[in-house]
């Protein structure tokens, strides 16, 4: 069975030991960003988190200085491009891949599907580590109540990812291939149609991961899905560790968000802000791109006062950096007698 990403980042921070290094000085930390080409979407979301107040788009030009300095001076290793918008209606979708890939760097790709055609499909196979199609329903009926989109939406969708398995096998990509869905008590009937047409769509796997504050417990469909249709081709999946913490009186043990060092976010107006929960909000934001360099934003002391005014407390629960921070909390934990081993 091919090694489906687990995105669970709990265990591979310590594999940067060199990144926990220059943490200490807080200095070319960042391993992986989170970059929106764009705030235009063609879907309607009703919990949409995307910013579509301000209907802009990043330049060819910014990101290929932002790729640039990422790979060469910051010496990273990723780039997920997720939204903000939506992806692949961005005018400079297909050359933004192959520049990516070709500086080096590993590319994660999540997105609605509903503009997928060959062109781009092809650009995916050959440049991205994994790619994530959004459908979030099993049906039209939930479909349109978590993408805010119409019958005919869903089933082009369906489409585009069975368009996308075919060329990917006679491509003979390696593309880590799947879809995603978002639990919740409306979700959650769903559920096993969400598995059935994303295997007969023929994925590599698909993934449940709970809404935003959603604490709806699927543990019973999520092992029901995984009897009934995993096997060596396709792999039932999900966020175990988030849905695992559910039951936890305390939740979030930690204050600081430690790892706003390690993963950021650069959104479609070239700002750059600490995390992709909160984009466009003052409190977290870092700098901007069109005035200053990302180094000279990591060793700003604009980036200390935002880490300093940080209160996780006011952070929904399983963040994008939860994963990041419950590993590194010793780290930031004072200790009785830490001279004596």
């Keep these: 069975m091919k090694k489906i990403n687990e995105f669970n980042a709990f265990e591979k921070v310590f594999k940067y030991s060199d990144k926990l290094n220059y943490f200490f000085n807080r200095h070319k930390t960042l391993i992986s960003l989170e970059l929106d080409l764009t705030n235009l979407c063609n879907n309607n979301c009703p919990n949409c988190t995307g910013i579509k107040e301000n209907p802009v788009s990043l330049s060819f030009e910014q990101i290929k200085k932002l790729v640039d300095e990422f790979a060469d001076v910051i010496e990273a290793k990723s780039i997920i491009i997720s939204g903000g ?44 580590s994994y790619f994530r199609i959004s459908l979030d329903a099993g049906t039209p009926e939930v479909y349109k109540k978590t993408h805010g989109m119409n019958e ?15 060329l990917k096998k006679e491509l003979n990509g390696n593309v880590a291939f799947g879809t995603g869905f978002l639990t919740s008590e409306m979700t959650k009937p769903d559920i096993n149609n969400f598995f059935r047409v994303s295997k007969e769509s023929r994925v590599d796997f698909a993934q449940l991961r709970p809404f935003t504050g959603d604490y709806t417990k699927v543990n019973e469909e999520f092992k029901k ?18 849905y695992a913490c559910f039951d936890d009186e305390n939740k979030r043990s930690y204050r600081r968000c430690l790892g706003m060092f390690f993963n950021t976010v650069v959104t479609a107006d070239f700002k750059v802000f600490a995390c992709l929960h909160h984009r466009q909000k003052d409190k977290y934001f870092i700098g901007d791109l069109n005035k200053n360099t990302l180094k000279e934003l990591w060793t700003s002391s604009r980036i200390i006062d935002v880490f300093n005014s940080i209160d996780c407390v006011e952070c929904p629960y399983f963040c994008r950096n939860d994963d990041i921070n419950r590993s590194l909390e010793f780290i930031d934990k004072e200790i009785n007698h830490k001279e004596f081993l």
């Design 85 to 128: 918008g939506e992806p692949l209606i961005h005018p400079d979708f297909v050359k933004t891949l192959y520049y990516i890939k070709n500086k080096g760097l590993k590319i994660g790709l999540n997105s609605n599907g509903l503009s997928l055609n060959e062109e781009k499909a092809k650009a995916i196979i050959e440049c991205c």
């Design 225 to 242: 899905a995984k009897e009934i249709y995993e096997d060596e081709k396709f792999k039932v999946t999900a966020s175990v560790h988030k």
């Design 152 to 166: 005919s939406a869903f089933f082009k969708v369906l489409e585009n990812i069975k368009m996308f398995s075919i």
